[in-house]
């Protein structure tokens, strides 16, 4: 119970209060009680102040070591979820070496290009983590076909193919993820023309962030030649002309990357 008055806490308590905190109070002081609370009521008395100005800086004063505390608890969160993200990433290379770093690298290569084709896009801390572990469904495809040396045939595909949903379930929930993040991992084998997986998707039914990808296993000057090419049937026009108007900045972090895999 907040109160201006003397209430006794015998009355409060009858009331069905389990505490009494008296006016004026400082933020701090609630939280306090609400902390300490256990089923035998107590009352809490604070220093009396006088005037509105003196609570309002009484307030001022407690809210702005609240938002300090506050702003502390979310660096650590975020910390956190960076660690998480990063073991993620580990577990996916230990599994199938080479793909750590290839998803490092379409990380720096997609976020290149949201800068580009749709900035606001980034207003979404999802969406890098989302880029970053893109691929993270194939923790849950057998080694064997991720390994294997030729050609996959129709059954080893469609389990290769499973792997987008089985990257949703393993982040779904994680609040980090939720949002764009989470949309890059479900379709980021959609194509422009309807002809990806897993859903089919296409044009404007695949979620933008997912759309800001393409895949760069050939050299880099095949890989344009094939971006080029499928422009408007297995890529976003726009996304496109931003990767061309992007080139010389792309192929930058396409030839560190290639030192650091060498």
């Known amino acids: ?11 409060a308590q009858s009331a069905g209060a389990r505490a009494i905190l ?3 109070f400082s933020p701090l002081d609630l939280i306090g009680l609400i902390d300490e609370l256990d089923e035998t009521p107590t009352e809490r008395l604070v220093a009396r102040s006088e005037g509105d100005a003196e609570q309002l800086m009484i307030y001022a004063r407690d809210l702005s070591r609240i938002v300090e505390v506050e702003r502390a608890q ?26 750590g770093l290839h998803a490092q690298r379409v990380q720096h290569y997609a976020v290149t290009l949201t800068e580009m084709a749709d900035p606001r896009l980034l207003d979404d801390a999802s969406l890098e983590y989302g880029f970053l572990l893109h691929d993270v469904g194939k923790i849950g495809v057998p080694d064997k076909i991720l390994r294997k ?4 045939d129709d059954a080893e595909r469609g389990l290769i193919e499973m792997h987008p949903a089985i990257g949703v379930e393993i982040l779904s ?8 993040g989470l949309s890059v991992v479900q379709s980021h084998h959609e194509r422009w023309d309807g002809l990806g997986y897993p859903a089919g998707l296409s044009g404007d039914r695949i979620p933008r962030g997912a759309r800001i990808f393409y895949r760069a296993a050939l050299s880099w000057e095949k890989a344009m030649d094939e971006i080029l090419s499928h422009d408007g049937s297995q890529f ?17 972090i396409y030839e560190e990357f290639s030192i650091v895999a060498a």
């Open 149 to 152: 040396p030729g050609p996959l």
């Open 236 to 252: 976003d026009p726009k996304v496109v002309r931003a990767f061309c108007m992007r080139e010389r900045q792309l192929h930058r």
């Open 173 to 180: 929930g994680v609040g980090l993820l939720e949002g764009e």
């Open 22 to 24: 008296h006016k004026p």
């Open 1 to 11: 119970m907040l109160t201006g008055t003397a209430t006794p806490a015998a009355e």
């Open 74 to 99: 979310r660096r650590v969160l975020q910390h956190a979820y960076r660690q998480t993200v990063a073991a993620l990433a580990d577990a996916l290379e230990a599994k199938d070496p080479g793909t």
